[in-house]
């Protein structure tokens, strides 16, 4: 891709790469460890900051929704089910069954989770906010810690601190 560039955010979950062009985002992934000085953009392009600035907003629990210009690329049925996934409520979860009715075919369980795991751009195209039927936390590119992580935070920004007493 012409004029893709890359930034790095050090969130709560660890090192964000942020990649895209001066006209979309097309990655958002996490880093388990901090990246080499020479990857690290000291100028990044607007879009970049932006993106950045959102995802500030995000973790200070100040965005609930994004706005920004996205691309990455995908067979009809993954764009199908990413552009699914950003119409999924923040705090709100779906299974992935839900997604797959969705798309139009209950029986497209496997291919939606698939779908689910080719998203290159987290938090921004909600992957993490899908779960299994059973409610239980499955798959998540990030690590399932981060999913956890991201559907608490969520919560929290939503409901308030749940307490016991």
């Known amino acids: 891709m012409d004029n893709l560039s890359s930034t790095y955010y050090q969130s709560p979950l660890g090192f964000l790469k942020i990649s895209g062009t001066p006209d979309f985002i097309s990655e958002v992934s996490f880093r388990d460890q901090a990246p080499a000085q020479e990857e690290i953009n000291h100028d990044p392009a607007p879009l970049l900051v932006e993106c950045l600035e959102q995802l500030m907003q995000y973790f200070d629990g100040q965005r609930l929704i994004f706005e920004l ?7 009809n049925f993954q764009q199908q089910t990413w ?4 119409g999924i ?5 779906i299974s992935y069954l839900q997604l797959a009715i969705s798309t139009g075919d ?3 369980t496997r291919a939606v989770a698939n779908a689910n795991g080719r998203n290159n751009i987290a938090i921004i195209v909600p992957c993490h906010r899908v779960i299994g039927s059973n409610r239980e936390l499955t798959g998540y590119a990030g690590g399932l810690w981060r999913k956890r992580w991201l559907l608490e935070h969520e919560t929290k920004v939503m409901y ?3 307490t016991l007493f």
């Open 83 to 86: 552009n699914l996934l950003t």
């Open 89 to 93: 409520p923040f705090g709100k979860t």
């Open 160 to 162: 308030g601190v749940q």
């Open 69 to 75: 210009p996205l691309n990455q690329h995908g067979t």
């Open 106 to 108: 209950p029986k497209a």
